[in-house]
């Protein structure tokens, strides 16, 4: 779905921005931001932390997601809207998804990205089916009574005295 972010929300991008070249200028991570937004509260504004953190997983959504959890201190941030300067790779969407949240406004596409070198087109592909060459996930169905053990134990804590 593509559409104009309304006038007001452009400081959300702007905030996202400036970290992100903020980001790039120190080193401490690709050409990616993004800022959380809570009922028009700025909750945080990060870039990418990839290489200050040495940490694959540290793009800019990732980041502002553990961020707003953290001030928030919840896992729930359905009530939060991202402002992402790049569309989201699908590692990002799921995170965000996991936290609740239901709204992204991004800027630049994905194939933006990967006109400059940042191409998350082996996630799609291999998440819709066309090309699953580039892992490989095994389902092991026998002999792992020890990953049963901690669905028994999660059964057993779980369980109301
Ligand atoms: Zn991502």
Redesign the pocket.
């Known amino acids: 779905m593509c559409q104009t972010v309304p006038t007001h929300l452009d400081q959300y991008f702007q905030l996202a921005c400036d970290t992100t070249i903020e980001g790039l200028r120190k080193g401490t991570g690709g050409p990616?931001g993004a800022t959380l937004v809570r009922n028009g509260e700025v909750i945080c504004a990060v870039g990418n932390t990839v290489l200050e953190q040495t940490d694959i997983s540290g793009?800019?959504?990732?980041v502002a997601v553990r961020q707003g959890c953290k001030k928030l201190d919840t896992l729930d941030l359905s009530d939060c809207v991202m402002y992402a300067t790049c569309e989201?790779?699908?590692?990002?969407v799921a995170v965000m998804m996991w936290a609740g949240i239901k709204t992204c406004y991004y800027a630049s596409s994905h194939r933006d990205a990967a006109a400059h070198g940042f191409s998350?087109q082996h996630l799609r592909d291999y998440l819709d089916g066309s090309d699953k060459s580039a892992f490989d996930m095994i389902h092991v169905t026998q002999g792992r009574e020890d990953c049963q053990a901690i669905w028994d134990e999660f059964t057993r804590l779980s369980a109301k005295p």
């Open positions: 990616f793009h800019a959504e990732m989201p790779c699908p590692m990002c998350d």
